[in-house]
């Protein structure tokens, strides 16, 4: 019997994911010019209105508003008919310094034995499903609104698009987890009101499926090109036009979307949200080695699926516990729990060396607050960053992003394996 699952994507102009980009750009602005700052800041937005707070320990300081609106400007939220943007909504700036209660627990004299900035327990998950080792319900849902933004942003077709819109997939599976095709395609888009509803809809309906999911399609691998069909079922805007969108729809809060943000809803999920938090919060640290971790597993042949969890206390260096499920589809002839000390003897799990090793004190986080953390593609960019503090500076700065979705620990794993 065969079996189907579904995932969720929201674009970047979704409410939560303005605010996941607001406290991610500033998170990057602090550490562009400290990177030892230690930051958690949580971004609200409704309609005209933007509230940021949170505490920081830094010797640098930000220019919150400009940061704010330059984000939610490049979203594409730059008109009034909006109720929603950067020029013209409020900020309210609520930020005060960390706890030394949190701090004394964190920095430690030898920083190599930096304790976690949190408890909890974090996942990493990876299986074949895609060439990123990403599920498929949820990779599909993420192109489907990244090709809807840039459709909007070029302006040629779909000329009605509003920055809102929201995606979900449903894929066949084989008992033995293997894609058998796409079942289902849910679009919700925001946009103008351009015509009576009936032949509005159906216009939006029928470029959906005759503009946008081609354009999805042919960015994707044979085989997975393979998995459309032509009854695919289509829900279209399902609940009707959809005019008013965007944080004057909804309020939006940072940390709301953190299935979006991992894996859709396979493997499992610790609770702690990523944006806003710099890398000695192990609830975005950890997060990300623990997928570096179960992606590179796969690769290198350990297991065509599996799950990592690491957990952690407060003010303690080496986590309390390592976990590993491979989901009965290990393909080698060790346990699962033999499999996780073997990680243990692969990779330094202390805070301190997780920052080191995915190079996590730059400012690389705007880049993972919308379209998912996991599954993106590893790259070096140059970033310019500037301060009207201390005297005008600009920064430019070399960095490179998703280092945890490198595959260089493959040669090492297949080593320690025996593979």
């Not at 079996?3 to 994507?9: D, G, R």
């Not at 895609?130 to 909007?152: F, K, Q, V, W």
């Not at 289902?184 to 509803?197: L, N």
């Not at 309906?205 to 946008?212: F, G, K, S, Y």
Request: charged share 25%; net charge negative; glycine share 8%.
């Amino acid at each position: 019997m065969s079996y189907l699952f579904t995932s969720e994507s929201v674009s970047e102009g979704h409410p939560d994911k303005v605010c996941d980009q607001i406290s991610d750009a500033l998170l990057d602005q602090f550490l562009a010019f400290d990177p030892e700052s230690k930051v958690a800041i949580e971004t609200l937005v409704t309609t005209g209105q933007v509230v940021v707070a949170g505490e920081v320990k830094s010797t640098t300081y930000v220019d919150v508003l400009e940061v704010t609106r330059d984000v939610i400007n490049k979203i594409g939220y730059t008109k009034a008919a909006y109720r929603f943007d950067g020029d013209s909504c409020g900020v309210l700036v609520a930020i005060h310094e960390q706890s030394p209660d949190i701090n004394r627990g964190v920095d430690k004299a030898d920083k190599n034995e930096q304790g976690a900035g949190d408890q909890g327990m974090m996942f990493g998950y990876a299986c074949k499903d895609t060439d990123d080792y990403m599920p498929l319900s949820l990779e599909l849902s993420h192109r489907i609104l990244m090709e809807l933004a840039d459709i909007r942003r070029e302006g040629q077709t779909m000329v009605y698009l509003r920055p809102d819109s929201k995606s979900q997939v449903t894929v066949e599976y084989s008992d033995e987890n293997i894609p058998l095709k796409v079942h289902t395609i849910v679009v919700s888009t925001q946009h103008d009101e351009f015509d009576a509803d009936e032949p509005m809809l159906e216009k939006i309906r029928q470029d959906v499926v005759n503009i946008l999911i081609p354009r999805v399609k042919a960015k994707l691998p044979k085989r997975i090109q393979a998995l459309f069909s032509d009854d695919i079922i289509y829900h279209v805007n399902p609940t009707g036009k959809f005019v008013i969108g965007g944080p004057h729809g909804d309020t939006g809060v940072t940390g709301r979307k953190i299935i979006v943000d991992t894996y859709g809803g396979r493997g499992a999920h610790g609770g702690g949200a990523f944006s806003g938090k710099d890398p000695s919060k192990v609830d975005r640290s950890a997060a990300y080695a623990a997928r570096h971790i179960a992606k590179n597993l796969v690769a290198a042949g350990v297991a065509d699926e599996i799950l990592v969890q690491l957990a952690y206390a407060i003010g303690v260096a080496q986590p309390v516990g390592v976990f590993v499920n491979t989901y009965n589809r290990r393909n080698v002839s060790l346990t699962d729990d033999e499999i996780a000390e073997k990680i243990r003897s692969i990779f330094d799990l202390r805070p301190a060396a997780i920052e080191a090793r995915l190079k996590l004190r730059n400012p690389i986080y705007l880049e993972t607050a919308s379209y998912g953390h996991m599954g993106r593609t590893p790259a070096v960019v140059q970033k310019t960053f500037e301060t009207p503090y201390n005297g005008f500076r600009i920064i430019d700065k070399e960095v490179e992003l998703f280092t945890w979705e490198k595959l260089d620990y493959v040669s090492r794993i297949k080593e320690v394996f025996g593979i």
